[in-house]
């Protein structure tokens, strides 16, 4: 399978722990993007890298989540002391350069 | 008020139907329009890509933008059940590939 691979699929996790999830892109796309999607709403933006720049971060990327993306390979999202209101589906996506970007199959955490 | 609005539905047709699918948007920038399909707790796949106004046929599936209005659509031809999905439309300013804006999905269902 050549398509945005992201992992773990589901995540629970008890209110104040930290989690990490990653994105595997697809070989060779230099743009991997983060976006995070709560039910009956479309994705929302948090950040994006440019190979391993991180070019841009939304107001929603608040100082408990970090991003990287080392090597310009995977990147892993970290949320730190994690909150109910961060359950939702994190979506990773990836392009090379145009418009239209590719999504993997998501991170759905929950948070209890 | 949202950069981009799409009617939530749900939508409900019976198969064969032609379906409409509808978003406004009010940033003039925006110059690339895409279209994703979302199934339950499934990444977003892209099904259409167009680039400012005119039309766009893939099979079954017809995009048009009307950039003067800002109002974009999808018409989805002799509908199947399984059409059966969210649609969620995208739009971005830049052609290097930058942040997509969505609005927050139709959910439409394609009756047997």
Same mark, same amino acid.
């Not at chain 1, 929603?60 to 961060?86: C, H, V, Y």
């Not at chain 2, 079954?60 to 969210?86: C, E, G, H, M, N």
């Given at each position: ?10 995540k629970i996790t008890k209110r104040g722990q930290n989690v990490t999830f ?14 995070r ?9 948090l ?9 841009? @971060?939304?107001?929603l990327l608040s100082d408990r989540f970090s991003a ?8 892993t999202l970290e949320i730190q002391r994690t909150e109910q209101g961060d359950s939702a589906?994190y ?18 955490l929950t948070v209890v | 008020? @949202? ?110």
């Amino acid at each position: 399978d050549t398509g945005v691979s992201q992992n773990p699929r589901h995540k629970i996790t008890k209110r104040g722990q930290n989690v990490t999830f990653r994105c595997d892109p697809i070989s060779e796309h230099n743009r991997l993007y983060w976006y995070r999607q709560t039910l009956g709403q479309g994705p929302e933006f948090l950040t994006y890298f440019q190979n391993e720049a991180q070019l841009e @971060k939304s107001r929603l990327l608040s100082d408990r989540f970090s991003a990287e993306r080392p090597k310009g390979s995977f990147s892993t999202l970290e949320i730190q002391r994690t909150e109910q209101g961060d359950s939702a589906m994190y979506l990773c996506a990836s392009s090379i350069g145009q418009p239209e970007a590719f999504f993997g199959q998501g991170t759905r955490l929950t948070v209890v | 008020q @949202k950069e981009v609005e799409q009617d939530p539905g749900p939508l409900s047709v019976p198969e064969g139907a032609i379906v409409s699918l509808n978003c406004t948007y009010s940033n003039s920038a925006f110059q690339y329009f895409m279209w994703y399909r979302q199934y339950s707790r499934k990444g977003p796949e892209l099904l259409m890509y167009t680039y400012s106004s005119g039309n766009k046929e893939d099979g079954r599936f017809t995009a048009q933008v009307d950039k003067s209005s800002k109002y974009i659509s999808l018409f989805i031809r002799d509908s199947q059940p399984s059409d059966s999905a969210t649609y969620l439309c995208a739009m971005t300013q830049e052609t290097s590939g930058s942040r997509l804006t969505f609005g927050e999905g139709t959910q439409l269902t394609v009756n047997p």
